[in-house]
């Protein structure tokens, strides 16, 4: 079984920033991929970031240019950090992983982590 334990969530101003982490722990090879999604209040959750662990990135239009992410390569764990952070960008951020390619949705899940940016 795999775990995924998020850490750096918080409040923030609009215009601060913050650093999300995530590792996962358990039966960990190599993972495909990992990502970070998103639900804010009475919203559907949504995809914020990606990365294979070849390196190929993927960022959601809201965020282009203010998130980065990153991935630890001698472990299963990855890194977004947050720049110019929006009010709209408060939700709870979930990370997760997919194992292998040939897989449609993640397979495993994080509990999440709570940002809210205050105006």
């Known amino acids: 079984q795999v775990r995924l334990a998020e850490t750096g969530g918080g409040s923030v101003q609009a215009g601060g920033s913050l650093t999300l982490s995530c590792e996962a722990s358990?039966?960990?090879?190599?993972?495909?991929?990992m990502a970070w999604f998103r639900q804010g209040p009475e919203k559907e959750r949504e995809i914020v970031a990606s990365?294979?662990?070849?390196?190929?990135?993927y960022y959601a239009d809201p965020v282009q240019g203010r998130f980065t992410i990153s991935r630890h390569r001698s472990r299963s764990a990855i890194t977004l950090q947050m720049n110019n952070l929006k009010p709209e960008d408060t939700a709870v951020y979930f990370c997760?992983?997919?194992?292998?390619?040939?897989?449609?949705?993640?397979?495993?899940w994080g509990q999440g982590t709570l940002v809210n940016v205050s105006s």
């Open positions: 990365i294979r662990w070849s390196g190929h990135t």
């Open positions: 358990g039966r960990t090879l190599s993972p495909y991929a």
């Open positions: 997760a992983l997919k194992a292998v390619s040939g897989n449609s949705e993640y397979d495993y």
